[in-house]
């Protein structure tokens, strides 16, 4: 596993509650380093609990922090939590999904997803990243999905957020070369997490859905091991999904995906 020490101060892992997130927390803490927790507020006493164990394991400090990320205000009630703490590591992870027909999807919903998964990492980032690049250390990490590699219909909202995450990501890359920041941004497939399960997915389309599914704990380790080395990763049967759909017409990947989406899962 790659050091991680040497981005200095306090990780700062979102949606670390379970899932991906949770898989990030354990590796960052398994390294001595610092970490602040961010999940939404109906899991405080799971994050707590996770909270107090990676310090009592790690002997580090572990700060769990309930904060909805898709409260208007949640970038500056986040930055008034960790005070002065100088952020080296910083994991844009939090998400759900909102499945479905686009003009079924409750506004409110659709709103908040923009929110967690676009307006909160966009201007976190914003504001921890003049503090890594004065110390010439720290690291950016995002996290997309193939679906924003790939447009698919019945989750557009999702797909559209993703995307935006994975251009993102990548243009802060170029943009820092040099300036002793590294991002990089991840785009898994389905992982096994409990994502489908919060997005109302049935147990025997999660089953179908999961066949083939990577483990979280690999994905964070795959982001983890190329921060400093590539602009954009991914797991192999993302990147495989990804590279085909870059060689055939736009037309026929989106009716693929459209077939898949339909193939695979039933929405409430
Ligand atoms: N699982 C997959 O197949 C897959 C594939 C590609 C990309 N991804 C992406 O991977 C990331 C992590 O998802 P996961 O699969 O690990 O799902 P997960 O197990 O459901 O974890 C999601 C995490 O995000 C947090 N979260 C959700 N909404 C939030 C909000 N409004 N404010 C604060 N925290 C919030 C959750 O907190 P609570 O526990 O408190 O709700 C939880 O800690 C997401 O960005 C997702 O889009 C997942």
Request: overall charge positive; glycine content about 8%.
């Amino acid at each position: 596993m790659k050091n991680l020490t040497r981005y200095n101060g306090w990780a700062l892992i979102t949606g670390a509650s379970s899932g991906i997130g949770e898989a990030f927390a354990r590796q960052i803490a398994a390294q001595g380093i610092d970490c602040i927790l961010i999940a939404l507020e109906s899991d405080a006493t799971k994050l707590e609990a996770l909270a107090a164990e990676l310090a009592a394991q790690h002997g580090i400090a572990c700060l769990p922090l309930t904060q909805d990320l898709a409260a208007p205000d949640a970038v500056e009630k986040t930055l008034a939590a960790i005070g002065d703490r100088p952020v080296g590591l910083l994991i844009n992870n939090a998400g759900f999904g909102v499945g479905g027909a686009f003009a079924t999807r409750p506004p409110s919903k659709i709103e908040q997803l923009l929110h967690v998964h676009c307006r909160t990492p966009l201007l976190l980032t914003r504001a921890l990243l003049p503090g890594m690049i004065a110390r010439r250390a720290g690291a950016v990490v995002f996290v997309s999905s193939l679906i924003g590699a790939t447009p698919t219909p019945f989750e557009a909202t999702y797909s559209a957020c993703k995307a935006f995450i994975l251009n993102l990501g990548q243009a802060l890359w170029g943009e820092l070369r040099g300036s002793g920041v590294d991002v990089v941004t991840i785009y898994p497939g389905a992982t096994r997490t409990r994502f489908f399960e919060v997005e109302g997915i049935g147990e025997k389309d999660r089953r179908r859905l999961l066949r083939l599914a990577a483990s979280p704990d690999y994905v964070a380790r795959l982001a983890l091991r190329n921060l400093g080395r590539k602009p954009v990763v991914a797991p192999p049967q993302a990147w495989a999904g990804a590279m085909l759909a870059r060689f055939v017409t736009r037309r026929f990947a989106i009716r693929m995906t459209q077939c898949l989406v339909r193939l695979l899962v039933h929405y409430r």
